[in-house]
């Protein structure tokens, strides 16, 4: 079985800064593509910035300049530094994960979601 569990979310001042964070685990072979996406409350959930095996990053055009993706292909993990932050980014934060396990095959996975506040 395959894990993917976020950490990092919280209540934060608008144009503070905050870091999240998302570790795989399990019967891993390889991790492909990995990223974040945010879902409020009655709306669609929208991409937020991903990242490839390779480090190419895609980011949304509202985040773009504010938050950085990376990851550590050695733990697993995939981090959003997320910085000058608004009262719109408010919301639930997902990680997402594409992951084969040994059968080869690639599934897609789903952390169980980080709430992120920003507020004063």
């Known amino acids: 079985q395959v894990q993917v569990v976020e950490s990092g979310g919280g209540l934060v001042q608008p144009g503070g800064p905050l870091r999240l964070s998302c570790a795989a685990s399990?019967?891993?072979?390889?991790?492909?593509?990995m990223g974040w996406y945010r879902q409020a409350p009655g709306k669609q959930r929208e991409l937020v910035a991903t990242?490839?095996?390779?480090?190419?990053?895609n980011y949304a055009d509202s985040v773009k300049g504010r938050f950085t993706i990376t990851r550590d292909n050695a733990k697993n993990t995939v981090y959003l530094q997320m910085n000058s932050l608004k009262r719109e980014d408010t919301t639930v934060y997902y990680c997402?994960?594409?992951?084969?396990?040994?059968?080869?095959?690639?599934?897609?996975?789903w952390g169980q979601g980080t709430q992120v506040t920003v507020s004063s």
């Open positions: 997402y994960a594409a992951i084969s396990d040994y059968s080869r095959r690639v599934y897609d996975y």
């Open positions: 990242i490839t095996s390779g480090g190419i990053t």
């Open positions: 399990g019967s891993i072979f390889s991790i492909y593509s």
